[in-house]
């Protein structure tokens, strides 16, 4: 069968209300896009597949004969507490990191895809991940790559929704969100974690995140071995001690070298749509944007190629030159912000 097959067999079995033979040719579509090397569109499909079958044997309602969709309240609040369900088509090529790092992440993969050989022995398996360092240097970005790599949903938490006023709220929607988590063998990527695990003196309101800090330990300890939880961090030392050695691997992701300034200079440009005007200047502009992040770095490298087509727009003819003079002067006014 082709896809097109599947689509009219799922618009008939859809609008005949027909719901067993319905979610089976939506489970042959996943297991054909799978073969078809589709597999973003197979993890979400599969993912919206799981959930609806929950929602019904939650419900206790049979989706036949019944067109109305029915949202609980508990599910509303779910979602509330989610920015994004995606999947990433991010790989470890695309991150520009020291060969350490690349090194560490490696072995993780590794562990989950070789995850029923590890089983076979008992062995355990890492799937606690905290990435930490200065803002722009790509945290983010690794755990996009990480779901990448392994062709899994990642699910991104709203931290503004996470975090209550009210007593133990807070507990409840990890709770909640963990769960959710380990029935769809998903991702959770939870930035600025050190909103959630403060050292357990920090705060004067001891007692609420001492309970915010003991709900995650335990949710770490009962997390499945398939489930992989991300962290993110600015400020690794205001993680509670105990938490910071539960997780199974610590990323440090530095501010790039002068080597790594160049590669992400070559990743901007791989596609070789543009080139720079004088190739003379960019050894100086590389030391130049030294202590910058690569998000700044990659910032003003995009607006330099930008501004440079706009100033063409008069001449009648538009090249694809990079004036290296406006990325200089761009990358000197983001180092006098950064002295402020």
């Known amino acids: 069968m082709t896809q097109y097959d599947y689509i009219k067999d799922i618009a008939k079995y859809g609008l005949e209300n027909d719901y067993e033979k319905l979610l089976q040719v939506l489970n042959e579509l996943v297991d054909y896009s799978k073969k078809s090397n589709k597999m973003n569109f197979a993890i979400q499909l599969q993912s919206i597949l799981k959930e609806s079958i929950r929602q019904h044997q939650v419900s206790g309602l049979s989706i036949v004969g019944s067109p109305k969709h029915i949202l609980r309240e508990e599910e509303k609040e779910l979602s509330d507490l989610v920015l994004e369900k995606l999947t990433s088509d991010y790989r470890l090529k695309d991150l520009v990191c020291t060969e350490k790092v690349v090194s560490e992440l490696q072995h993780f993969i590794q562990e989950h895809q070789f995850i029923d050989l590890l089983n076979k022995f008992e062995l355990p398996v890492s799937n606690k991940v905290l990435f ?25 938490v709203n931290l503004g929704a996470i975090v209550s006023s009210k007593l133990g709220e807070t507990s409840k929607n990890l709770a909640k969100i963990f769960k959710w988590a380990a029935s769809e063998d998903a991702i959770i990527f939870i930035d600025e974690f050190d909103s959630l695990g403060k050292v357990r003196d920090y705060s004067q309101d001891h007692g609420e995140m001492k309970r915010v800090v003991n709900t995650i330990l335990q949710l770490f300890d009962y997390l499945p071995k398939e489930s992989i939880i991300i962290g993110a961090t600015n400020q690794i030392n205001m ?4 938490l910071r050695r539960r997780f199974d691997l610590v990323v440090e992701l530095e501010k790039p070298d002068e080597k790594h300034v160049k590669e992400l200079i070559d990743k901007t440009l791989q596609h070789g749509n543009f080139v720079f005007k004088n190739k003379k200047d960019i050894p100086a502009i590389i030391k130049q944007s030294l202590g ?27 090249s694809t030159v990079i004036d290296t003079h406006i990325w200089k002067e761009l990358i000197a006014q983001e180092q006098l912000n950064l002295a402020k």
């Open 132 to 156: 930490h360092g200065p803002s722009g240097c790509g945290k983010t970005l690794a755990a996009y790559v990480l779901a990448g790599e392994l062709e899994k949903l990642m699910i991104v």
């Open 239 to 242: 993680i509670d001690g105990a």
């Open 292 to 318: 910058l992040s690569y998000y700044t770095i990659q910032k003003t490298l995009i607006t330099a190629i930008k501004r440079s087509l706009f100033d063409q727009v008069d001449k009648g003819a538009l």
